[in-house]
């Protein structure tokens, strides 16, 4: 099975920047997600690692180490409305499924004037 | 391009009970899953469908139940309502089947109060 863990909680200041990590357990899987959720509202796609490495994306950036099980999203010049929960999730192996992800619990995100 | 819609976005029910909820799916998508969001957790993955049948199921009950309908749309059944079932239920589209590498596109979710 696969268990993922992300810090509860983070803060931040607007300006900043903020790497939210993630680290796992898992027999194997196809790629890490990383999505932004803002309070009541739907999760929103921000990256996706197959490969070890960083994938940059404007003021966001995700990397993959497999061998080590980890995963950080690193947040450049926060702004305030980047105050979201960031979910990190594993789509598994061995699958068929497209539509089956393992989320965390995610991290919620607090930037700070 | 319509995006992810879902109904109704909040209801109340009490224990017991049944619930249906309904989703359609981001035009050109033909594969539909669904997931409960407790609150302060992440989602958790309850079903999918694609081409009408259910193709791959997370650990919820038989209670749990869906339906694809033939213009991709979807519902999601649940029987013999609990306190426990209280949720965010999200309905989420994609369109390839097979390798996981589609990202998912999410409707912003059916609020369920079970009482």
Redesign the interface.
């Known amino acids: 099975g696969q268990n993922i863990d992300q810090p509860t909680e983070m803060t931040a200041t607007e300006g900043a920047i903020v790497q939210i990590n993630c680290t796992y357990q898992t027999s194997g899987f196809n790629g890490l997600f990383w999505y932004q959720q803002h309070a009541g509202e739907a999760p929103t796609f921000l990256s996706y690692n197959v490969l070890d490495g960083l994938e940059e994306k404007g003021r966001f950036s995700s990397f993959l180490s497999r061998s080590k099980g980890y995963s950080y999203l690193l947040l450049k010049e926060l702004q305030m409305k980047d105050s979201a929960s960031y979910l990190c999730a594993l789509s598994p192996t061995g699958s068929s499924n497209t539509g089956k992800l393992i989320f965390g619990q995610g991290t919620t995100l607090q930037v700070k004037p | 391009e319509t995006g992810?819609t879902q109904s109704p976005t909040h209801l109340i029910k009490t224990r017991g009970q049944q619930v249906t909820l309904r989703c359609s799916s981001q035009s050109g998508h033909n594969?539909?899953?669904w997931y409960q969001q407790a609150l302060?957790?992440?989602?958790?993955?309850i079903f999918?469908y694609?081409r009408e049948e259910e193709?791959?199921r997370?650990n919820f009950p038989p209670r749990f139940s869906g339906l694809q309908f033939p213009n991709y749309s979807s519902e999601l059944n649940v029987n013999a309502l609990e306190l426990d079932d209280s949720a965010l239920y999200?309905c989420?589209s994609?369109s390839?089947?097979?390798?996981?590498?589609?990202?998912?596109?999410?409707?912003?979710?059916s609020r369920l109060t079970v009482l």
């Open positions: 992810v594969t539909v899953s302060g957790q992440g989602p958790q993955f999918q694609y193709n791959g997370g999200l989420a994609s390839k089947r097979g390798g996981n590498t589609g990202e998912l596109f999410f409707g912003e979710g």
